[in-house]
């Protein structure tokens, strides 16, 4: 029951949606800081490559070393490559391997989560042997293993991302479906002459969506670090390729000598970047969530 | 007044806590343990009918088994024992799972009690009015929006309102959509399930006069769910009154509120407030209701609670007796028969 | 005022700062409640009663802000009070109780707890003798067998003895001042029945006044002494029920008996309230807040609207109301 009679303002869903959004963004500043600081990240990612001053492969064993100043912003690394270009070109890279982790394992956790909620039964015990099984393993030591098994190439380190996060998106999403299975709308559904298939495609999907988009930004950020923590002990991107975690390791035995910058801005880009993904994550919920709207 | 639906000893039962898994079942054989889990008679041996045209409501506290029934009538869930039958097909035999592609499906509707809660948040007004035209006529682009609009047109719903989501609308615009969507396939047979307690009461009348109305239109039969006694005593013309899985008291609603002749219903017309209230001390019921989970099936369902329980009571179970075009489950209704207006 | 009032409010006026403007949900509003008195503030959603209890009882929403008037308990203004104040004055002085009790309770902790925690603060009563008051409580509230439930946990109790639990915590401190908002809405009949005479039954024993907030304006005549009846976060009549019952003045109050289906013996005599709530965000509404949509509205309800004179037995807000001692709705309800 609503106590104001509702205003003529007839609003399709994206139209509210964006409309929300605004309303999320300018009463929350920091959402927006993470708005901003996203598009600015995916700019990098798509454009970058384009119109960054040096070759990222190219290496000058003269400028080796050198610190950060007016030709090499970031300074060099040990094989006079600019660290500037490379960690720019690297958000292509990291972003993709965000990106695809978080809509892998959205696509596997998510609609095995809701079948397992939905259906119960066999469904349900199958899916949650497997979550279970999951997530026995230290998640990290987890990846280790799939990439060391499989290779380390750019899908596997995607795959084994997606892998170590299924038991959270099918948990979350078993218990969304599970909730609205008994919902009044699902049964006036199945009078409305729904089968089951399509009640869970087209009713139960559409509203479990919003709450797994949401985790879907924390779990880039995390996408992000354990791809750099692979590449860390080496089993992540190799060589020369131009990748945040593994220029961190290759910087890291620098830092000793003074050399700090190899190892800094890489560093630093990853913290922006898991940074901003979570704060979009918090951005997103309050989006989402109709019980927080004042 | 013919048949419409008639309802022979539908019983629906419960395992209590979740069914025991294949291995579970093993251990308990050797254990001596029962290897039936518990039941709980949510609704035990229910027999009536409802007429063409005729509306019947249906009364009970919660726990009474009443959505229970209605979900089984309405085929969202099925039944332990028994038949529903409604013309001549008997609907109980198709399992409930693959009921909504029946042919059949579109002769029973329902009205849901929240009408937020039953439609769903993300589908605008006209989705939700489309969805059963769309799978059940089968009906598309011009014809479908036509269909819409006039059903909702017939509910008092602004086409305008149509592009807005649940939460835009008010409860009584709500509360239209819910109705709209569910006489849309023209069913013979509607169950409305307290389709007004979340409304207000100015908002109510509204509902009810359409409920009314669209009766007479479509030429449906109501069954009507309520707690609210005086809202079921204007809609009415019979009344079942249930009592954990069980009726107790059937007739003519006029008949059975000014002169109740089971117990629980006298109770219960006791309790409900009245306007002008006369000040006379009112039969109060006490205490919590028995368990329903294997219940004895010798004793009366409401021994314990009732103000009159005698040894007769707690060994032979009161059948549901005919008294005119009356029915009452009580070894006493004929001392209540003779009373006029009833105070105790 | 009147003398001995447990609770008199004069002039409340509460706003909420919303995203789609500020609603103006109470514009001063003003009624009184003696000691031992149970008065009803009886109206549809957005009528604003329970946004009056909440103000009183100093729980609104942050959005929520007081704007003026004043909430006088025992000569402590209510609305002016410190939180430790409101602290101190919470369940000694006022309590209240809400429409679900499972919500209104601590799931994780027992209820002999819950009841033993209110005893402790405002009770005066020490960490030793707490739990054995507790049970007494328990059994004053008709819970059987209360040694054994004190152990228990809300989520193994119905909603009828949660209620009963909810009931026995506020009174636990014999509190001067019970609101109770919407305490049975959601309850079966039966169950509401024995309630309601529970909380009567105590109030009279313990000399305290009541507020009983609710829709169902049938609850309320049968409930209480006098009602108060509210729409769109104005008191558009106060009277003794009897009297509001038999001789409603404010159009509206007529029409919401109207309404309600105990008052007539078909559908077809049943009415609606013509018109709809008014948006309590426009900046342009009218003095009174029922003119627009009300049948009987002449040029002088554009001025403020009257204010309650102090020993005032029926007040109604309105520059046209029904005449005094027309019946207006039938004496007795058919069937």
């Not at chain 1, 259906?119 to 026995?136: E, H, K, L, Q, S």
């Not at chain 2, 041996?45 to 089984?72: H, M, P, Q």
């Not at chain 2, 937020?116 to 014809?143: C, H, M, Q, W, Y």
């Not at chain 2, 409860?171 to 013979?188: C, D, F, K, L």
Request: with cysteine; net charge positive; glycine share 8%.
């Amino acid at each position: 029951m609503t106590a104001i009679t509702a205003t003529p303002r007839p609003e399709g869903g994206s139209a509210a949606l964006f409309k929300h959004a605004r309303y999320v963004v300018a009463e929350n500043p920091v959402t927006g800081f993470a708005f901003a600081l996203f598009v600015l990240i995916v700019l990098a990612a798509v454009i970058g490559p384009s119109i960054v001053p040096y070759d990222p492969l190219a290496s000058d064993t003269a400028q080796a070393l050198k610190p950060p100043s007016a030709h090499h912003w970031f300074g060099t690394d040990q094989l006079g490559r600019d660290v500037f270009s490379r960690v720019v070109v690297a958000t292509r890279l990291d972003f993709f391997i965000a990106v695809a982790s978080v809509a892998l394992v959205f696509l596997m956790g998510g609609l095995a989560g809701v079948a397992a909620g939905f259906f119960g039964g066999w469904t349900d015990r199958i899916v949650g042997r497997i979550a279970d099984t999951i997530m026995a393993f230290p998640l990290f030591v987890l990846a280790m293993g799939i990439v060391a098994a499989l290779g380390n190439t750019v899908q596997n380190i995607v795959l084994a991302t997606a892998i170590v996060n299924f038991p959270l998106y099918a948990r979350i999403a078993r218990a969304e479906a599970n909730i609205r299975r008994e919902a009044g709308f699902v049964e006036a559904a199945r009078l409305s002459g729904n089968s089951d298939w399509r009640i869970l495609a087209f009713q139960i999907l559409p509203n479990v969506f919003p709450l797994l988009v949401v985790q879907m930004s924390l779990t880039m950020g995390y996408a992000i670090l354990n791809a750099a923590g692979l590449s860390f002990i080496g089993l992540g991107v190799r060589p020369p390729t131009p990748e945040w975690g593994i220029m961190v390791a290759e910087g890291a035995a620098f830092m000793v000598s003074g050399e700090w910058w190899n190892a800094f801005f890489p560093g630093a880009a990853l913290m922006i970047a898991v940074f901003c993904f979570n704060l979009l994550g918090d951005g997103l919920r309050d989006m989402v969530d109709p019980r927080r709207r004042t | 007044m013919t048949v419409l639906l008639d309802v022979a000893d539908v019983s629906k039962r419960f395992s209590v806590g979740s069914a025991l898994g294949p291995w579970a079942r093993l251990k308990r054989r050797f254990s001596g343990g029962p290897e039936q889990l518990p039941k709980v008679y949510a609704v035990d041996d229910v027999s009536f009918v409802i007429g063409k045209g005729e509306t019947v409501g249906l009364v009970g506290e919660s726990g009474c088994g009443k959505s229970t029934l209605v979900r089984a009538l309405t085929r969202l869930i099925d039944v332990s024992d028994g038949t529903i039958k409604l013309g001549d097909r008997d609907l109980s035999r198709k399992a409930a799972r693959v009921f909504a592609r029946d042919r059949d499906r579109a002769r029973i509707q329902m009205v849901f009690q929240d009408a937020g809660e039953s439609v769903n948040p993300r589908f605008t007004g006209f989705d939700a009015i489309a969805d059963p035209l769309r799978r059940l006529r089968k009906l598309r682009g011009r014809a479908l929006t036509e269909r819409v609009e006039t059903v909702a047109t017939q509910c008092g719903l602004p086409l305008q309102l149509l592009t807005r989501y649940p939460h835009q609308l008010s409860g009584g615009q709500r509360a239209r959509v819910g109705i709209a969507r569910a006489i849309a396939v023209e069913p013979e047979l509607l169950v409305l399930d307290e389709p007004t307690a979340a409304l207000d009461v100015s908002v109510q009348v509204v509902i009810l006069q359409l409920l009314q109305r669209l009766k007479k239109e479509i030429g449906m039969s109501y069954l009507f769910v309520s707690h609210d006694l005086s809202v079921v005593r204007l809609l009415c013309d019979r009344v079942l009154v249930m009592y954990l899985g069980k009726i107790v008291e059937s007739g003519p609603a006029k008949d059975v509120f000014e002169n109740p002749l089971h117990p629980y219903t006298q109770a219960l017309v006791a309790a409900v407030p009245r306007l002008h209230d006369d000040g006379v001390e009112r039969l109060r019921l006490d205490g919590e209701p028995r368990s329903p989970i294997d219940p004895d099936p010798n004793v009366c369902r409401f021994y314990g609670r009732c103000p009159r329980g005698t040894d007769l009571c707690k060994t032979t179970m009161p059948m549901l007796r005919h008294f005119g075009a009356r029915q009452a489950a009580c070894h006493f209704a004929e001392d209540y028969l003779a009373k006029p207006k009833t105070t105790t | 005022m009147k003398a001995a009032s447990a609770l008199s409010v004069e002039g409340l006026s509460v706003e909420f700062r919303t995203r789609s403007g500020i609603v103006r949900a109470l514009d001063n509003v003003s009624f009184a409640v003696e000691k031992g008195e149970t008065i009803a503030l009886v109206g549809e959603s957005g009528s604003g009663k329970s946004v009056t209890a909440y103000a009183v009882m100093g729980i609104l929403d942050p959005a929520g802000k007081v704007t003026a008037g004043r909430a006088t308990l025992d000569g402590l203004d209510l609305l002016a009070a410190t939180q430790s104040q409101l602290a101190d004055v919470r369940g000694r002085k006022i309590a209240m109780i809400f429409q679900n009790p499972r919500t209104a309770l601590n799931p994780i902790r027992t209820v002999g707890r819950q009841i033993a925690d209110v005893l402790i603060r405002h009770g005066n009563v020490s960490r030793h003798d707490a739990p054995e008051k507790a049970i007494d409580m328990l059994r004053a509230v008709g819970i059987t067998d209360p040694s054994r439930r004190a152990g228990a946990y809300p989520f193994e109790m119905s909603g009828g003895m949660c209620q009963r639990v909810m009931i026995a915590i506020a009174l636990a401190a014999k509190p001067t001042l019970l609101i109770a908002d919407e305490p049975t809405t959601g309850l079966d009949v039966t169950t509401q029945a024995v309630i309601m005479d529970l909380v009567n039954d105590l109030a009279r024993e313990m000399g305290m006044g009541t507020i009983f907030i609710t829709h169902d304006l049938a609850l309320a005549g049968q409930r209480s002494s006098r009602i108060v009846v509210m729409h769109a976060g104005h008191v558009v009549e106060n009277a003794p029920t009897a009297e509001l019952f038999a001789h409603p003045r404010h159009p509206y109050t007529a029409e919401l008996i109207a309404a309600t289906p105990d008052s007539a013996a078909n559908l077809d005599e049943l009415a609606s309230i013509p018109g709809s709530l008014p948006d309590l965000r426009r900046t342009d509404l009218p003095p009174c807040r029922y003119s627009e949509r009300c049948p009987r509205k002449i040029d002088a309800c554009v001025q403020p609207l009257p204010h309650p004179a102090p020993n005032a037995v029926h007040f109604v807000a309105c520059w046209n109301p029904l005449p005094a001692g027309t019946v207006s709705v039938p004496t007795e309800s058919a069937a």
